[in-house]
C-alpha cells in the first residue's frame, strides 16, 4: 500500500476500496445503522456478526460479505473485543478515523450507561430493604452462559493435538497460579509454541508497509505511563484505569474471555466485589444488547463504591474507557496497512495457539467460578437449566436473565 493510498483511507467519507460504487453514505445514516446494531446485537461475537451482516452487508451495503469476513479475521488476530473492533472497522473504511470514533461511541454507549446504573443495584436494593437473595439465581446462570461459551470456543479453537495440549496448559495455568501476570504469559506462549511447532515455510515473508506509528507510539505510552502513574501516585480511578486498559490489550475475543482476568485481579486479589456481586454483574450484561466488555463500566462502578455516586460513576467511566480504548488505538494503527498485513502468515499462526490457550483460561474459568458461587444443589440446577437452555438455542439469552430474575423474586 502506497503512502497516497493509506493517506486516502484515512479521510473522512472515503469508502477505500469497498467493491460496491456509488456514493459514500452520509455519517448520520450510517451512525443510524451502528445504533439498530447496538439495541439489536445480544449475545458474543458469533451472535454480533449475523447482525452485522444483516444491517450493514445485505441492508445497506456498506461493504461486501468477503471485506466483512476479512475484517473479522483482522480484529481476531488483535487483542480486544472482536465484534466492537470489527464495526469500528467498517466506521474506518465508510468514512476514516473520525466516523470510526462516532462508531464507537454509539455502539458502546448506550450499554455503557445501563451498566454504570446497575452498579448502583445493591445500593438499591438496601435503601428499599430488599434482600440481595433476590439475586442470588443470576450467579450461578451466569456460570452457565461460562460454560457455553466455553464448549462453544473450544470446538472452535482445538483443531489438532497441539491445540488441544495448549488449551489444558492454558487451563491448568490459570488454575494453578491466581496472579494477574500469568495471563499474558501463557498467552504468549500459546503464540511462540503455535509458530515453533508450525512446519509451514515463509511464514516471515517482509511486507512493505506504511504504518500510522503514533496510534501505536500512544497505546504503548498508555500502557507504560498508566502502570508507572498507578504505582506513583496511588489513585483509585488511575488505578482502575490501568488495570481495565491492561485487560482490554490481554485478551482477544469477546467478554467471555476477560472474565477469567479480571475476576482474578478485581474478586480474589484486590477483593473490589463479592463473587457474588461479580456474577450478578456478568450475568446481567448477558441480557443487553451491544457489547459484552461493557460489564467494565459495572466492575468500576462497584470497585469505586463507598464514596459519593459521583465517585462511583466516575470509576465506571474509568472503566469503560480504560478496556476499550487499546481496541481502538490498535485498529488505528492497523486497519491503514491491513491490505499488506494480511499476506503474513506468522500472525495466523500465532493466533491458533494464542485462541487455544485463551479456550483454556474461560473453561477454568467456569470451574473457579462454580467453585466460589458454592457447590449447592440449588446452584447446580439453576446452572444445569442455564446450559440445557442456551443450547437448544429455544429460549433467547435475555429472556433467560429475566427468568432468573423472576424467580429470585418469587422463592
Known amino acids: 500500500m502506497t503512502r497516497k493510498e493509506t493517506n486516502r483511507d484515512m479521510e473522512p467519507g472515503v469508502g477505500g476500496e469497498a467493491e460496491t460504487p456509488g456514493k459514500p453514505p452520509a455519517p448520520r445514516a450510517f451512525l443510524k445503522d451502528v445504533l439498530v446494531c447496538s439495541l439489536g446485537a445480544y449475545g458474543g461475537p458469533e451472535s454480533h456478526m449475523s447482525v452485522f451482516i444483516d444491517q450493514l452487508v445485505v441492508k445497506r451495503k456498506y461493504l461486501t460479505e468477503t471485506e466483512l469476513i476479512e475484517l473479522i479475521a483482522l480484529c481476531s488476530i488483535l487483542p480486544g473485543p472482536t465484534s466492537t473492533q470489527t464495526i469500528v472497522s467498517i466506521g474506518y473504511k465508510t468514512g476514516g478515523p473520525l466516523l470510526a470514533f462516532a462508531t464507537m461511541l454509539v455502539w458502546a454507549l448506550p450499554v455503557l450507561v445501563v451498566m454504570t446504573a446497575l452498579s448502583f443495584l445493591y445500593q438499591f436494593l438496601a435503601a428499599r430493604e430488599v434482600p440481595h437473595d433476590v439475586l442470588r439465581f443470576i450467579g450461578p446462570m451466569a456460570v452457565g452462559f461460562i460454560v457455553v461459551a466455553a464448549v462453544r470456543i473450544g470446538r472452535k479453537v482445538v483443531t489438532d493435538a497441539s491445540t488441544a495440549v495448549l488449551m489444558l496448559f492454558g487451563a491448568a495455568a490459570t488454575y ?204 447446580l440446577v ?30
Not at 429455544?394 to 433467560?400: G, Y
Open 176 to 379: 494453578v497460579v491466581r496472579a494477574p501476570w500469568v495471563f499474558p504469559v501463557v498467552l504468549a506462549a500459546g503464540g511462540l509454541v503455535s509458530i515453533l511447532i508450525s512446519r509451514e515455510q515463509g511464514i516471515w515473508h517482509r511486507v512493505g508497509v506504511t504504518p500510522p506509528w503514533r496510534y501505536l507510539v500512544a497505546f504503548g505510552a498508555i500502557a507504560l505511563g498508566g502502570v508507572a502513574l498507578a504505582a506513583v501516585t496511588e489513585n483509585q480511578f488511575v488505578e482502575l484505569f490501568e488495570s481495565f486498559y491492561r485487560y482490554g490489550y490481554l485478551v482477544f475475543g469477546g467478554g467471555q474471555v476477560v472474565v477469567p482476568v479480571m475476576h482474578t485481579e478485581l474478586v480474589e486479589l484486590r477483593e473490589f466485589m463479592s463473587n457474588q456481586e461479580f456474577l450478578t454483574g456478568y450475568g446481567l450484561v448477558q441480557g443487553l444488547p451491544g457489547p459484552m466488555f461493557s460489564f467494565a463500566a459495572y466492575a468500576g462502578g462497584m470497585a469505586a463504591r463507598g464514596g459519593t455516586a459521583a465517585t462511583q460513576v466516575v470509576g465506571a467511566i474509568a472503566g469503560g474507557i480504560g478496556i476499550f480504548l487499546p481496541g481502538l488505538l490498535l485498529i488505528y494503527f492497523v486497519y491503514p496497512i491491513w491490505e499488506d498485513l494480511k499476506q503474513m502468515r506468522a500472525i495466523r499462526i500465532a493466533l491458533r495457539g494464542i485462541n487455544a490457550v485463551a479456550g483454556g483460561l474461560i473453561a477454568i474459568a467456569a470451574v473457579i467460578l462454580l467453585q466460589a458461587s458454592g457447590l449447592s444443589l440449588e446452584n
Open 382 to 411: 439453576v446452572t444445569a437449566l442455564a446450559i440445557a437452555l442456551l443450547v437448544s438455542r429455544k429460549v433467547p439469552a435475555p429472556l433467560i436473565v429475566v427468568a432468573a430474575l423472576a424467580a429470585g423474586f418469587a422463592l
